[in-house]
């Protein structure tokens, strides 16, 4: 039984998973475990692949659409947050907040990471995906990986071999390949002049975007040359809901939850709006959220 193996553990039973995502979606989890060491990681990782026991390693939860009522096992990274800085290389473990990292190296005088300063995601998750905004992405300033491979070993990986491309990795498409700890290559810069970009961002952002409401980020990834928000807001969807969801009258490639939105609602929203983009457009909206069955 699993409770056998995790009681040296930190781990919730039964648990709501509300507040560990960014849509504030109500699933459960029968267990949601934070591994504090890399061994622990490892032994958790041994037993469930060993057991059979489905797992899902979540991140910030931004970004993503838990789409099952209950996950059998959710693993939290975040104690895994050490960060070393030697000159202007830094490292960051999964579990370190990408916000929290964007902070410490604007006030190290290092330069790269402003664009994620509000960025509501774990670096481990960012930088499987490609996090990015300001049309600056993780992959920019990224070195290498150190990676646990499906057969649980620690390997290293290069900025090559990860195949980075737009919100996308070899990581990404290869759920089994778990980061543990991602390496910049930064630039040094004035504090006062990276704390400057990061204000203006900042302000963009709150003009712009339903910082106030539940979300996951942008929806869909901008097709080549044109604005996904634009498109949306262009065929008057603006403040269409299904639900509990309903796309944002601030910002149209958002959708937010009033607080009674589903998994479901959300699908069936993001669908709504593929079809009609692709009827009247003839564009094909890719979806940037991940949803997790």
């Known amino acids: 039984m699993i409770e056998n193996f995790i009681r040296d553990y930190e781990y919730l039973k039964n648990v709501s998973l509300k507040k560990y995502n960014t849509y504030r979606l109500d699933v459960k989890t029968n267990y949601l475990i934070f591994p504090k060491t890399l061994d622990e990681l490892i032994n958790l990782m041994k037993y469930l692949k060993d057991n059979n026991i489905k797992y899902l390693i979540l991140g910030g939860g931004s970004n993503v659409i838990l789409a099952r009522p209950v996950f059998d096992v959710v693993i939290k990274l975040e104690r895994l947050n050490k960060v070393s800085i030697n000159d202007n290389i830094v490292k960051a473990e999964a579990g370190v907040s990408l916000i929290s990292l964007a902070n410490i190296c604007m006030k190290e005088g290092l330069c790269g990471l402003a664009f994620a300063g509000g960025i509501p995601g774990l670096v481990g998750a960012s930088t499987a995906m490609n996090a990015g905004a300001y049309k600056e992405e993780i992959s920019d300033k990224l070195k290498e990986v150190k990676v646990l491979t499906p057969e649980l070993e620690v390997i290293t990986m290069s900025k090559d071999e990860l195949e980075y491309d737009y919100r996308d990795s070899f990581l990404k498409r290869n759920k089994d390949y778990i980061c543990l700890e991602t390496t910049f290559e930064m630039k040094r810069e004035d504090p006062d002049k990276i704390k400057n970009l990061m204000d203006d961002r900042k302000r963009r952002r709150i003009e712009s975007q339903p910082l106030d409401k539940p979300s996951a980020g942008s929806v ?15 065929l ?43 009827k009247e457009l003839d564009i094909d909206l890719i979806l940037e959220q991940e949803i997790i069955w």
């Open 220 to 234: 869909f990834r901008n097709p080549e040359g044109l604005s996904s928000g634009k498109i949306i807001e262009d």
């Open 236 to 278: 008057g969807l603006k403040g269409y809901s299904i639900g509990g969801a309903s796309i944002s009258e601030k910002h149209a490639n958002f959708i937010i939850n009033d607080g009674t939105a589903t998994y479901d609602d959300i699908i069936e929203l993001i669908n709504y709006i593929k079809k009609k983009v692709k």
